[in-house]
């Protein structure tokens, strides 16, 4: 793992969203704001500090972040069953009820939370209701919300636990980083 860096789809997803809603300017402006130029579709991993400084200049210039942030995890998670998850993984996974595939693709989230959690600490804290978490995360730090803001996480997480662990899926951030909670917090559980 390299230190301070999280998977390009935090970028990459988000900017192809914009495009495909013929919001070209507002990405210009989005990466502008942000200071950081768009990465090639091959990009490696990224500088977490680019990536949360796209997602917050996202938010300080678009009243349709929320959406847009929605989109993105949902292109990222289809992005990771379609490119990073075996077909044979996913088909198996599908064939287990919940209770047993959801240890298997929690293991399999944890292994990988490098790729999202950058230099944050990744943990699972609890089973029934299935509990992640990240401390310190970097897509909100220096970010203060009234609500949770890890609206491109929870994303993620339910599209890849709804397409291969529960198909009624519900995932709420009940904590956040952003809020001045020590982590941001995810329950996840059969809707």
């Known amino acids: 793992m390299?230190?301070?860096r999280i998977g390009p789809n935090a970028i990459l997803q988000l900017a192809d969203v914009l495009e495909r809603r013929g919001e070209g300017e507002l990405l210009s402006a989005v990466l502008a704001e942000?200071?950081?130029e768009r990465p090639p579709s091959d990009a490696g991993m990224l500088p977490e500090g680019d990536c949360a400084a796209v997602h917050q200049a996202l938010r300080r210039l678009s009243p349709r972040a929320?959406?847009?942030l929605e989109e993105a995890g949902r292109a990222t998670g289809d992005y990771i069953l379609t490119h990073r998850i075996p077909k044979l993984a996913q088909g198996a996974l599908r064939a287990?009820?919940?209770f047993l595939?959801?240890?298997v693709m929690t293991r399999a989230i944890a292994r990988h939370s490098w790729t999202f959690a950058g230099t944050g600490a990744f943990?699972?804290?609890g089973g029934r209701p299935l509990v992640l978490s990240v401390a310190r995360n970097p897509l909100v730090a220096g970010w203060r919300a009234e609500v949770p803001q890890c609206i491109w996480h929870v994303a993620v997480f339910r599209r890849l636990y709804g397409r291969l662990v529960w198909p009624e899926v519900r995932v709420t951030e009940v904590a956040c980083c952003a809020c001045g909670d020590a982590a941001c917090r995810f329950?996840?559980?059969a809707a």
């Open 2 to 4: 390299q230190a301070g």
């Open 34 to 36: 942000a200071g950081v």
């Open 66 to 68: 929320e959406a847009v």
């Open 96 to 98: 287990l009820p919940g």
């Open 101 to 103: 595939a959801a240890p």
């Open 123 to 125: 943990r699972v804290e």
């Open 187 to 189: 329950e996840i559980a």
